[in-house]
């Protein structure tokens, strides 16, 4: 069974270069980003663009030279990246929270001639960069003396650009690296550019209004950050960044800038929730929380709508690979009387074909579950310096297999069961961690999470419950059983507790399975 997303025309389509003049066509004067520490319009934006651009010129650096980013969120980044692209360079954005040894590798890897970097980061960029046999140029976002952004940013533009190329390279992200070495992933401007607009563009799905105050906290350095901002900028709208994720901060600037949309994990959703019910201020003008990483229940739901005055809710699912997002939740089937539904993460995008396939890469019906596999022009062009990884992954028919388990229903609604290598085979029998999760998350003692495999010597492997608990609570694995026996059969049942005081997440929120393995002691059975 193949399945195939809505169509929607790419003729009018804008490429990503163009969105902060566009904006500045449509808004004019408005503002584009409003950061931790400063703000741009969007005139200011595509002004500093074409500045940081014709600097790169001047460097003499061919087309194609990596140019890589160190910081936390802020609205200096998005000059750096529409100057690349209109540069014909590539942007890398490497994760701020890597230890000095992962800098260098991502340096190394990337082979980038250009390191811009925030002032907090200035020893690791120095350590880093000293290890290389050819260190980058070092470029400060602000500095004391000498070269740095900010001065880029403002000096006369004396040359004309060179055209761009659509189907240049412009952005290179580093996976999460959960299961070894994060790897590069390449995509073009025309990949990119087609991706947001599909995730904008089919109509009444996230119902987007041109006086929306987007909010992002996710880091820009994932493709789940950067495209929700990209979003934003797209629509022309103002964007509130913030590198403070905490629920407090999260509700403080909503109330201040009344922000209508933000993206964000569901533990933050149910945090903010908390938040809002013990105090006396009134709730942020919020339209829509847009999620991922996880599925959302119907208790938090209506909670929500409660205090948010009818708020919604819509759900991307996506990956790197694919610039971003395959699948689309949209707030109108977020109803509560189909609690069963809302363990989906919706239907495909435009432009997307989707296949569950077996062991045997048959495609499978409705209703069985296999491994996803994903067809698009927003499939990326690989992974950089890996063209054994990238032969693994994209077959010879530009399919690419993302390693995810799950199963469509008869209407089209794609139901993720969990990691293909994570499914436990207990007695001959599988289970997926996910479906057990589930099941477990609504004790009223667990605040989240994470189902493992430990070796069994009588069943091979059995199930584990790794769980971080709400404060205050307790809960015996007895009672675990009990509370999930009517929803789960017996044999998926944990037979493991472990109780940790903070579950492992990556930079965007998601559990980390094996980080959380790893907390469990395999000496006890």
């Not at 584009?32 to 600097?55: C, H, M, N, P, V």
């Not at 994060?182 to 109509?203: C, D, F, N, Y």
């Amino acid at each position: 069974m193949r399945l195939k997303g809505p169509v929607l025309s790419t003729d009018d389509m804008l490429y990503l270069s163009d969105y902060p003049k566009q904006a500045e066509r449509e808004f004019r004067g408005r503002t584009a980003i409003i950061g931790d520490q400063g703000s741009i319009t969007y005139k200011e934006l595509d002004e500093a663009s074409d500045r940081f651009a014709a600097w790169l010129q001047r460097q003499d650096l061919p087309r194609g030279t990596r140019v890589a980013y160190l910081g936390k969120n802020s609205e200096l980044l998005f000059p750096v990246l529409f100057g690349c692209i209109r540069a014909g360079c590539v942007l890398v954005p490497i994760n701020w929270r890597y230890a000095v040894p992962e800098i260098e590798y991502v340096l190394r890897d990337s082979g980038a001639r250009v390191l811009v970097h925030a002032p907090d980061f200035s020893d690791a960029a120095s350590r880093a960069s000293a290890a290389l046999p050819s260190p980058p140029l070092r470029v400060p976002t602000v500095g004391d003396a000498g070269l740095d952004l900010r001065g880029i940013l403002v000096q006369p533009l004396e040359q004309a650009l060179a055209p761009w190329e659509p189907d240049a390279p412009c952005l290179q992200l580093y996976t999460s690296g959960t299961t070894g070495r994060p790897k590069g992933v390449v995509e073009t401007h025309r990949k990119l550019s087609i991706a947001r607009w599909m995730e904008v563009g089919v109509p009444d799905w996230a119902d987007w209004h041109g006086d929306d105050v987007l909010l992002s906290a996710m880091p820009n350095f994932h493709s789940g950050g950067l495209s929700w901002m990209l979003i934003g900028l797209l629509r022309g709208l103002t964007c509130i960044l913030t590198a403070d994720a905490s629920p407090a901060n999260l509700l403080a600037l909503s109330r201040r800038h009344q922000v209508t949309r933000t993206f964000v994990v569901p533990a933050v959703i149910r945090a903010l929730v908390d938040l809002v019910e013990g105090s006396e201020e009134a709730a942020p003008p919020l339209k829509s929380l847009f999620y991922g990483a996880a599925p959302i229940d119907v208790e938090l739901i209506q909670r929500c709508q409660r205090r948010f005055n009818g708020c919604g809710f819509a759900q991307y699912y996506g990956m790197t690979e694919v610039a971003g997002s395959a699948t689309f939740f949209p707030p109108a089937e977020h109803r509560v009387d189909q609690p069963q539904r809302l363990r989906s993460v919706g239907r495909l995008l435009p432009a997307f074909e989707m296949e569950i396939r077996d062991p045997e890469g048959r495609a499978l019906e409705a209703g069985r579950p296999g491994e996803i596999f994903l067809r698009t022009p927003t499939l990326m062009l690989g992974y950089w310096n890996q063209p054994d990884a990238t032969a693994e992954a994209i077959d010879g028919e530009g399919w690419y297999r993302t390693g995810d388990g799950g199963y469509v229903d008869e209407d089209g609604y794609l139901f993720l069961t969990d990691r293909i290598r994570d499914m436990i085979i207990s007695g001959g029998e599988n289970v997926y961690p996910a479906e057990v999760e589930q099941a477990l998350r609504r004790h009223p003692a667990i605040l989240e999470v994470v189902v493992v495999a430990v070796a069994d010597p009588k069943w091979g492997e059995t199930v584990c419950a790794v769980v971080e608990l709400r404060p205050g609570q307790s809960v015996t694995l007895e009672q675990l059983r009990n509370f999930a026996r009517d929803d789960i059969a017996a044999y998926k049942l944990p037979r493991r507790l472990e109780v940790v005081s903070q579950l492992p997440r990556t930079a965007t929120g998601k559990l980390q399975r094996g980080a959380a393995r790893a907390q469990v002691d395999p000496s006890r059975h």
